[in-house]
């Protein structure tokens, strides 16, 4: 049985501990802030600049604050999003119902996080106008599909935690899901998640990374 233990990050937002895995859901030095930096800075706004309609596909929702983040950030730009998110190991209610990511947002932003983590799966919800979200209770490996996305955000447990996650077959599948131009993010830096990137022919930068960590990655189909 997983066990989860809630720690405040630098930042003062929640992140959580898993002891099986030796791992945090979201960075000790600041979980907001490297959400913000990685997923919403690098990923969201670039994406922006070519497009105002966008399809967001998450592997990893996690605690929902990636998802969280992209619809304040969407409401403050003006962005129509559809966000699919993967989550196989969904947290207990106990443990959202304790994270203070609600106590950093306005009132509608609070109740569309508990409606992120309380929409059954595989329904659509119309979270606010202009932004529907819908999640799949599966891996990746497990998950098939015809969308063209225009932004992934790669957000799963470390390559050194869960390596079937970043198994080439599986970047290929997200590589297949992104439209020409279509941006990955993701906090990893790892040496060999860059090679496979640019081994299926994405451009791929190494970005100045969040606090606590030197360097992101950032790929274009």
Request: aromatic content about 12%; hydrophobic content about 40%; overall charge negative.
């Amino acid at each position: 049985m997983t066990t989860h233990q809630l720690i405040k990050s630098e930042d003062g937002s929640h992140t959580i501990y898993v002891p099986e895995l030796k791992e945090t859901y979201h960075s000790v030095h600041g979980a907001m802030q490297e959400s913000k930096h990685v997923f919403i800075k690098n990923g969201l706004e670039e994406a922006a600049k070519k497009t105002k309609k966008l399809m967001v596909f998450e592997v990893g929702f996690g605690t929902g604050l990636n998802a969280l983040l992209t619809l304040q950030k969407a409401q403050e730009m003006g962005l129509t999003i559809y966000y699919i998110t993967l989550e196989p190991h969904p947290l207990p209610e106990q443990i959202v119902n304790e994270l203070n990511y609600p106590s950093f947002f306005e009132l509608p932003l609070q109740e569309a996080f508990f409606t992120m983590h309380q929409v059954a799966f595989n329904e659509l919800a119309e979270l606010q106008s202009d932004f529907r979200f819908i999640k799949y209770k599966t891996t990746l490996q497990d998950f098939h599909s015809e969308l063209e996305t225009d932004l992934v955000y790669f957000d799963a447990f470390a390559p050194n935690k869960q390596p079937e996650v970043w198994a080439y077959a599986n970047l290929q599948k997200v590589y297949g899901l992104l439209k020409p131009g279509g941006i990955l993010v993701s906090y990893c830096a790892n040496g060999q998640f860059k090679r496979d990137l640019m081994a299926l022919g994405m451009q791929v930068e190494a970005l100045l990374g969040p606090p606590g960590k030197k360097e992101m990655t950032r790929g274009r189909k």
